[in-house]
T-cell receptor, first 113, second 112 residues
Framework: DADVTQTPRNRITKTGKRIMLECSQT?????MYWYRQDPGLGLRLIYY???????NKGEISDGYSVSRQAQAKFSLSLESAIPNQTALYFC????????????FGSGTRLTVV | RKEVEQDPGPFNVPEGATVAFNCTYS??????FFWYRQDCRKEPKLLMS???SGNEDGRFTAQLNRASQYISLLIRDSKLSDSATYLC?????????????FGRGTQLTVWP
């Protein structure tokens, strides 16, 4: 099994719908992150969590919310999806110091129509 | 100013060529440095960490110049399978320790 698992892998949803992307990890890492990637824009941080009780906004948190249900689980919600949220979404984890870099999930390709 | 800046390329090189990528970072307090590789529509994967003394992993050599705040990646004897986007990544000392900052990536295509 993958160290960081994202579900679903692909999703098409309609404008205005609420959608949740889920991430779970077996790395035992405290820190979890949600990024989106758009062509030409690179990875942009949406939210990050340093532990279950610590949630922080990233660069582009508007229109998104998160929930850290447990050390191993970090969910991203789009409250009312809009077409410009169509992107590739990645969850990542790191140890406390980040000295070993991140481990990424395989990504969720989200299309909002 | 962006935390990490890279030339987006694309770099198009023949098999067997040597190619080098550079990136610069803005925060002198950065303490960990990495190169990630990302294949099209796949997740980024750690290629190698970058150490102050420079380090090599097979055909890949990474260098760090703290004084000039730049990082380089050299790929020798390029293979078709090296075609990917290479991301320069740094972290920053301080309250957000552990959070990484990504460059937008440099695209490499190796042709036969």
């Amino acid at each position: 099994d993958a160290d960081v698992t994202q579900t679903p892998r692909n999703r098409i949803t309609k404008t205005g719908k609420r959608i949740m992307l889920e991430c779970s990890q077996t790395k035992g890492h405290d820190r979890m992150y949600w990024y989106r990637q758009d062509p030409g824009l690179g990875l942009r941080l949406i939210y990050y969590s340093f532990d279950v009780k610590d949630i922080n906004k990233g660069e582009i948190s508007d229109g998104y919310s998160v929930s850290r249900q447990a050390q191993a689980k970090f969910s991203l919600s789009l409250e009312s999806a809009i077409p410009n949220q169509t992107a590739l979404y990645f969850c990542a984890t790191s140890d406390r110091g980040g000295i070993y870099g991140y481990t990424f999930g395989s990504g969720t390709r989200l299309t909002v129509v | 100013r962006k935390e990490v800046e890279q030339d987006p390329g694309p770099f198009n090189v023949p098999e067997g060529a040597t190619v080098a990528f550079n990136c610069t970072y803005s925060n002198s307090a950065s303490q960990s440095f990495f190169w990630y590789r990302q294949d099209c529509r796949k997740e980024p994967k750690l290629l190698m960490s970058v150490y102050s003394s420079g380090n090599e992993d097979g055909r890949f050599t990474a260098q760090l110049n703290r004084a000039s705040q730049y990082i380089s990646l050299l790929i020798r004897d390029s293979k078709l399978s090296d075609s990917a986007t290479y991301l320069c990544v740094v972290n920053r000392r301080g309250s957000t320790l552990g959070r990484l900052y990504f460059g937008r990536g440099t695209q490499l295509t190796v042709w036969p």
